[in-house]
């Protein structure tokens, strides 16, 4: 049974390959954008218990699905070399696996600032692994293998529960929650470098703290680097959904 399982999931590129920007990423990336706009229409027009039960259910959804694949692992790899690696990495120590822990949080922390920040840590983690799926766009993985599918099922989910915490108006970002969200990076970095401590090995790197992934910088200066990039996207965010969203959301009726 469990060979059966590792020959079903494992990664069998069999010619075909998915490579960044290539017509299977750009396809997997559209239909991600259309489900989640789906989805999105279709739920801001009920009722906000609804709405909240269809958060909840795709909080259920990123949870499950982030254990199952973690459960998976030993199986994808078996009997290989690199499980003891797989396993590690899918350890809640990236901002994306933190977020199966802080997605729950918000959902039951009724505290507005604290869940703007966790809106906007999902909504970044979704969208830029949807843009750089990490490892799966440097060629070598099938489009259709586990691995793949898995990465655009659970940052889609992630991705819908921001967008939706945002449009059905769960939250309501101020702009002094960019200071916030500015102050948590060095709390999730700590968490990361703990991992990093515990877990070492070459290849560790939970939340890239241990080399530049944008090639920008030499040595160690990405930690400049990274925080810098961080207050101004959250700058651009928060200033956009303080100041101007509230305005479309008047507009589509959506503060009803």
């Known amino acids: 049974m469990l060979e059966w399982l590792h020959d079903l999931l494992q990664n069998n590129p069999n010619g075909l390959e998915l490579t960044f920007l290539g017509w299977f990423h750009i396809l997997y990336i559209v239909l991600d954008l259309a489900l989640i706009a789906a989805l999105s ?5 009920k009722e906000k218990i609804t709405q909240e039960k269809f958060l909840w259910g795709l909080t259920i959804f990123i949870v499950v699905s982030y254990v199952v694949d973690l459960s998976l692992q030993p199986i994808i790899y078996l009997g ?3 499980v003891w690696e797989a396993i590690i ?3 809640p120590f990236h901002l994306c696996t933190m977020n199966t822990i802080l997605i ?16 906007a840590f999902a909504f970044f983690g979704g969208t830029l692994f949807l843009i750089a ?20 099922i659970y940052h889609g ?19 002094i ?4 969200a500015t102050l948590a990076l060095p709390v999730i970095a700590a968490w990361a470098e703990i991992g990093n401590l515990v877990f070492f090995t070459p290849e560790r790197n939970f939340l890239f703290l241990h080399h530049d992934i944008t090639g920008l910088t030499t040595g160690y200066w990405h930690l400049a680097l990274y925080p810098a990039i961080g207050i101004v996207v959250f700058i651009a965010y ?19």
């Not at 489009?143 to 655009?152: E, G, I, N």
């Not at 929650?177 to 916030?180: H, N, P, R, V």
């Not at 305005?247 to 589509?252: F, M, S, V």
Request: proline share 6%; charged share 15%.
């Open 41 to 45: 229409t279709f739920f801001i027009q």
């Open 104 to 119: 729950p949080v918000a959902m039951l922390v009724k505290k507005n600032w604290l869940r703007d920040i966790i809106v």
């Open 238 to 256: 928060f200033s956009f959904f303080d100041f101007v969203f509230p305005k479309i959301a008047h507009a589509l009726h959506l503060d009803k």
């Open 157 to 175: 989910a992630m991705l819908c529960w921001a967008v939706f915490a945002l449009f059905s108006r769960f939250v309501r970002p101020k702009f």
């Open 133 to 152: 799926p990490q490892t799966y766009v440097q060629g070598g993985y099938s489009p259709f293998c586990y691995q793949v599918l898995q990465t655009f």
């Open 80 to 82: 290989e070399a690199g």
């Open 177 to 180: 929650d960019a200071l916030w």
């Open 89 to 91: 990495n899918k350890l």
